[in-house]
């Protein structure tokens, strides 16, 4: 049987071996964007917001970025004394939360301040091809997990507009952290219209509270396709 066996593709064996299921390699085309969210070092481990295991998506966003001919950066970007840092509201600490007009907001520790080394991009991040590093997060007084629009749920970041230009219908995200920039990220690349993917094994979560279990659920709900980084064609 082993030998019958040798040489069938998966998708052969996928005919043979009753139910299996092997979804088809999706391949990017020049409909597709991937949008890389907030690999920067104070999400990376030893960072002001490290998220675990965090540095272990940048040899697979380096993997799959070689199959994109369109690809995004984007930056948390915050002013000091930023409204998400618990910092700047009295008597409030890292992870707690506050009401802000434009809703609950969770309050940070500072991360990501404009122009600062935390805020940089890994270093070993190694996609010289991407078109557009976004910056968000850079209003005081609003926060932007979303790379397409800030958290008051109408600034926009031209995100959207700019993928539109460019002719783009598809959507992969990728980075940190899957419960907050990716999940915020792939809602809003829905909302916009773009069939989307979450690259699961290319991304990490903070998990707060059971955000990561929320942010899947919320995702599924809204059409984003969960889909592995070996689901993407070479
Ligand atoms: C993020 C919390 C605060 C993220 C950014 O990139 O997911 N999370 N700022
Ligand atoms: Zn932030």
Redesign the pocket.
């Given at each position: 049987r082993r030998l019958f066996l040798t040489g069938l593709g998966a998708t052969s064996v996928a005919a043979l071996v009753p139910g299996a299921i092997m979804a088809a390699a999706i391949k990017p085309d020049n409909a597709s964007a991937l949008i890389v969210?907030?690999v920067q070092n104070c999400?990376l481990p030893g960072g002001s917001?490290a998220?675990k295991d965090g540095d272990q998506v940048v040899p697979v966003i380096n993997r799959i970025a070689k199959g994109f001919a369109n690809v995004v950066l984007t930056q948390?970007w915050h002013t000091a004394g930023h409204v998400?840092f618990a910092t700047s509201h009295s008597g409030k600490k890292p992870f707690e939360t506050v009401d802000l007009p434009y809703g609950k907001q969770?309050l940070?520790p500072d991360?990501?301040v404009q122009g600062t080394e935390g805020a940089s991009l890994s270093k070993d991040l190694a996609i010289p091809h991407a078109g557009l590093v976004i910056r968000k997060?850079f209003n005081k007084n609003v926060?932007s997990?979303s790379a397409f629009t800030e958290a008051d749920g109408k600034t926009s970041t031209g995100l959207a507009a700019y993928l539109k230009a460019r002719k783009v219908k598809r959507a992969f995200l990728a980075?940190?952290?899957t419960?907050?920039?990716?999940a915020w990220s792939a809602l809003d690349a829905r909302k916009a219209g773009f069939e989307t993917f979450v690259i699961e094994d290319a991304c990490r979560g903070?998990d707060l509270q059971g955000s990561l279990a929320k942010a899947w659920t919320d995702m599924t709900k809204a059409g984003v396709k969960r889909i592995q980084s070996g689901d993407i064609a070479a």
């Open positions: 969210i907030d999400f917001l998220v948390d998400s969770v940070w991360h990501c997060g926060d997990y980075g940190l952290a419960d907050y920039c990716v903070i």
